[in-house]
């Protein structure tokens, strides 16, 4: 109940949290009742009268954000949409959380050539391509959400690492470490049990950083042709759209709102990362 408040206070006090984490919410309402907030099957075609195919319909009652070029509604492919998003983007936040704390504290506790092995390697990962490996990575292997998650986790752990070794490298020095090392605990206990809770908060930081990261990757994959393709996505509608030429039709109901979420939920990751700052870091100024 204490936690609960103080989680509160903090949010009152900072907007820029309070916003993203209000936008966050929104999407996952929308991805826990997207059968139920969708007027339609997001693949289902659909007829109009006269058994012809319902193509490019104008916004309306019963549809509320028009149809394809394929007859299918939009608003229904958009709100299903809001699940693979969020799938590949907290997946993929966690898998870079997990391997980047891992990295940095390892690095940072242990130094010697584990320190030297792990930077160098993050320095190389660092120089990559992104979008470009991703897109390799799936072209090279089965294109879908696992590679999709697997790749933006290799290409982005090491700004975690980097971060969380640095945090690592003041706290291993401090009284509380040396008491521990005193009384006989391993080094990976310490590692694990002491001073990992310490740096958690800095890593969830991150962790909502690469949640817009992962979902921007995974639209963009997707409008490229390599993203699921048994998968509703806002890429695939991107793609869609740009195929049958909306943007030609003036069919701004079809790539408008796709687009809108993608930069919604990107946005929404920045403004978590921004107003925890003061929370991580209390002499930081305005």
């Known amino acids: 109940m204490r936690a609960a408040r103080a989680t509160l206070a903090f949010l009152r006090s900072q907007p820029f949290a309070l916003v993203g984490i209000s936008i966050y919410a929104l999407f996952i309402v929308l991805a826990i009742f997207a059968d139920q907030i969708a007027t339609h099957d997001p693949r289902q075609i659909l007829f109009s009268g006269a058994y012809r195919v319902a193509r490019y319909l104008p916004p309306s009652a019963t549809h509320y954000l028009g149809t394809t070029a394929g007859g299918r509604d939009i608003f229904s492919q958009l709100v299903h949409g809001t699940r693979s998003a969020l799938t590949v983007g907290v997946t993929a936040a966690f898998c870079v959380v997990f391997l980047g704390s891992l990295m940095g504290l390892l690095a940072g506790y242990l130094g010697g050539w584990v320190d030297r092995i792990i930077m160098r390697l993050s320095d190389i990962v660092l120089g990559l391509p992104f979008l470009p490996f991703v897109l390799v990575i799936s072209a090279l292997t089965r294109p879908g959400t696992v590679t999709l998650v697997a790749s933006v986790a290799l290409m982005l752990w090491p700004n975690t690492a980097r ?25 990976m206990r310490i590692i694990f049990v ?42 695939l509608m991107l793609q869609d759209a740009f195929a049958n030429q909306a943007l030609s039709r003036e069919a701004w109901n079809w790539f408008i709102p796709p687009g809108l979420c993608i930069v919604a939920l990107v946005l929404a990751g920045f403004l978590v990362s921004r107003g925890s700052e003061k929370l991580l870091f209390p002499k930081l100024g305005d």
Do not use: K, M, N
């Open 194 to 235: 002491h001073i990992a809770p310490q740096v958690a908060p800095l890593a969830a930081l991150y962790g909502s950083i690469a949640v817009g990261w992962a979902i921007l990757t995974e639209a963009s994959a997707s409008f490229l042709g390599f993203g699921d393709p048994a998968a509703i996505s806002w890429g």
């Open 163 to 187: 971060v969380i070794r640095s945090q690592v490298l003041s706290l291993r020095e401090r009284g509380w470490v040396e008491a521990a090392r005193v009384t006989g605990c391993s080094p």
